[in-house]
């Protein structure tokens, strides 16, 4: 039986889920909280860190931001709107940048808003720039499909 792993956004537990069963519909085994909300998850550092290296069965797309950028804020709505279509094969997460510089720094980001899909805890593929949902799901449906399994 092949199994999935999430992070819960509530307590930051990781959770095995059967590959058959509706990721949607999951609960965490800690404290019960649903494991996907329909919503991008606010995270810092570590929690990006936890959601990195423990999803699997799934990729992660984070998209780092600021609150003073315009295209940032542009993009926010149009990020959330793309998790409903996304989820629960990608997990969505907004790093701000400025109380995340290290991490941005680290993830080589050097202009924002950027997307990294990551895929096994590997960049799979990055995009600088606003776009709306409707391009987002595109963008990371196609890097998925083109990355190795």
Request: proline share 7%; glycine share 10%.
């Amino acid at each position: 039986m092949t199994t999935r792993q999430f992070v819960c956004p509530g307590c930051g537990a990781t959770n095995r889920l059967p590959a058959e069963r509706d990721a949607l519909k999951g609960k965490c085994g800690r404290c019960g909280e649903p494991l996907f909300t329909g919503h991008p998850l606010e995270v810092d550092g570590e929690a990006f860190r936890a959601h990195r290296r423990a999803t699997q069965g799934a990729a992660v797309l984070v998209d780092v931001w600021a609150p003073w950028c315009g295209p940032c804020r542009t993009m926010g709505p149009q990020f959330a709107a793309a998790a409903a279509t996304l989820e629960p094969a990608v997990r969505l997460l907004k790093l701000n940048a400025d109380e995340e510089g290290a991490v941005s720094a680290e993830l080589g980001v050097s202009g924002i808003p950027a997307l990294l899909l990551f895929r096994d805890g590997q960049i799979i593929a990055r995009q600088a720039g606003a776009m709306t949902a409707n391009q987002i799901v595109a963008w990371t449906n196609q890097a998925l499909a083109r990355a190795p399994a």
